[in-house]
């Protein structure tokens, strides 16, 4: 909780001053919530490393927070493969490309949005995610109709429920990783040689 001194009085300050104690007070107030969010476009090219900041945009930063999106978008080369050799988190992982992506590598992809929910979202193409995946929060996966996403890596449905979204198709080919948690399929298809771990729930997908 922010607290303002009974004493300051906003004639004995003056407008300039009584604004600029008010606009210290709403910085304070914003800064003890959940972090700012960030987003992240990919510029690595056809081959790069998603541990370097040069192979995104803003290059001030990589997607690695609660709170960040990563994003590759129209323009990517083709094939792309984003090399993963540490573990890193993010809310978001956005594939708008009709350009095949291969995430892979050593490191894990964790999916946690804080108090938020987290997305993967697929919108066109055929991708591919070789990295260990841990889902630790409520997770909706949504492929796009013509978009597949195969999750070849080992996956961590962490215990949660998480839902498969859009007409396109979601694969899984890896292991799990734990024997807790939920799938429900609300479209598309979901199919694959690899085990969920956890129980799949079909509402509305084609097994």
């Known amino acids: 909780m922010v607290e303002i001194a009974s004493n300051l009085n906003p004639r004995r300050l003056g407008l300039a001053a009584w604004t600029c104690v008010m606009l210290s007070v709403v910085a304070a107030c914003v800064g003890s919530g959940q972090a700012e969010a960030a987003t992240y476009t990919w510029n690595g090219g056809g081959f790069g490393s998603w541990d370097t900041p040069s192979s995104w945009l803003p290059a001030t930063g990589l997607p690695n927070g609660v709170a960040d999106v990563a994003r590759i978008v129209p323009g990517a080369s083709s094939p792309t493969i984003v090399l993963l050799n540490s573990s890193v988190t993010v809310r978001e992982l956005e594939l708008d490309t009709a350009a095949f992506i291969e995430l892979q590598g050593t490191g894990a992809l964790t999916f946690d949005g804080g108090s938020l929910d987290a997305d993967i979202v697929a919108t066109q193409g055929s991708h591919l995610i070789s990295t260990s995946v841990t889902l630790a929060a409520p997770t909706q996966i949504d492929v796009a109709a013509g978009a597949l996403v195969d999750v070849l890596g080992p996956l961590d449905l962490a215990g949660l429920e998480h839902v498969k979204a859009g ?15 939920s799938l429900s399929g609300r479209g598309g298809v979901i199919g694959g040689a690899g085990t969920l771990g956890g129980s799949l729930k079909n509402e509305s997908s084609e097994i």
Do not use: C, E, N, V
């Open 167 to 181: 007409d396109g198709q979601l694969r899984i080919d890896g292991s799990a990783t734990s024997a807790a948690g």
